[in-house]
């Protein structure tokens, strides 16, 4: 249902007595202080790289110092400072790839230098360009430092594969863009369960590589680096243990352009880091559909916290490729500020992706402007999609979220056979709302010292 003015105010009221709002079935929930007690245990077991103390300078290429830190069994591989242009990188167990202050590596436009490599596309295996930076099951992985890495998309780079022949999106999605059919080629192939090894892309595709990608890695740290103009995703591990970013600034407004995507990994610290996309800040992940389901492997044990979100999709996103499932999310002390930013925290998923979405905390967020609301869980994410596979979604728990102005305080749409369970939002205060709340379907939410504040009439929305 959707809430008018009235009932918002009606409901603002209700919720700093500690009642449930109207027209949502409630139930008694866990305090959403409980969970966190549990992440100083997940924090301990999250395990930074062990790197051999020797350097290998940049002398010649970045390929061979770190083809000569493996031979001698790893080590830190220093980037000067400088301009230095480069083909894809793979990197090896126990390498850090560290940039000095000033040194800028670009990364080469043409598809032709990138080779095959086992990756996932939005949630499904495949074989496709390698990520601007891979790695494929090593131990002890770092890139480090206060330089900068540059994709170098643009509109005539990756980007207009989407469709996109300038540095800004287009007015509308472009139904002739390359990527749609190659796109729509390995969903299906996907669905059909085709060998992972003939799912081959690459040359004569139009499927845009990540730019960071470690694959079945344990220990692995992204920490201090600026990073612009990703093709893709830009920081993406995937099927990971023990990962840290932090301290990074992603700068970077092309097409699906998320600044951090965790997918499938297992022990995630995202910390002290500036996002400005032109995708989700952060979206955590498990794979798409059946082939997230063939994989099977949630993304779980993830702690954001000090981070700042600016222009981009959604600020703190569990989904869409959620077949996998998410569980034990925690985030705090983050802020959220732009005209561009969409949502605050948002949950997103459907009856072909399925999955199972518990144990998410939030505490401590600070919203200023956001397009549509502050909190979004939608059980029916691109409502064209529609199967059998009923997504579950349980025990969520805000407090002491803040936010200025956005279209709707709560925005939450449920299911009649997939209720969105223990919902609780506490000591929390959204103002500058213009047009209530939206609540559909099986929702149980209930509140608790919420303060709720309507938008001036005649405020531009």
Known sequence: ????????????????????????????????????????????????????KRDFPVTSTIEAAIAEAHAAGGGRVVVPTGEHLT???RLQSRIELHLEKGAVVKFAQEPERYPLVLTRWEGVELMNYSPLIYAFECEDVAITGEGTLDGQADGQHWWNWKGWTSDRPPEKSDPNAPQIASRNRLFQMGQEGVPVADRVFGPGHFLRPSFIEPYRCK?????????????????????????????????????????CDPESCKGVLIEDCLFDTGDDCIALKSGRNNDGRRVNVPVEDVV????????????ITIGSEISGGARNVFAENCRLDSPELERGLRLKTNTVRGGIIENVYARDIEILNVQLAPIEIDLRYEPPESGPFLPIVRNIHVERMRSAKSRYGLYIRGLENAPVRGVSVRDSAFRGVRDGHVIEGAVDVSLNGLTVEMAEKGEKK
């Open 219 to 259: 220990r692995v740290l992204v920490e201090g680096l600026t990073i612009r103009n990703a093709p893709f995703w830009v920081t993406h591990p995937t099927l990971c243990t023990s990962v840290t970013v932090r301290r990074i600034n992603v700068i970077s407004h092309g097409p699906n352009n998320d600044g």
């Open 1 to 52: 249902m959707t809430l008018t003015r009235r009932d918002l105010l009606r409901d603002a009221f209700l919720a700093g007595a500690g009642l449930a709002i109207l027209g949502c079935r409630t139930t008694s929930s866990t305090s959403a202080s409980g969970g966190w007690s549990y992440v100083p245990e997940l924090l301990r077991r999250i395990e930074l790289p062990r790197i051999p």
């Open 87 to 89: 083909g894809p990188l």
């Open 304 to 315: 954001i916290r000090n981070c700042r979100m600016q222009m981009g999709h959604g600020g």
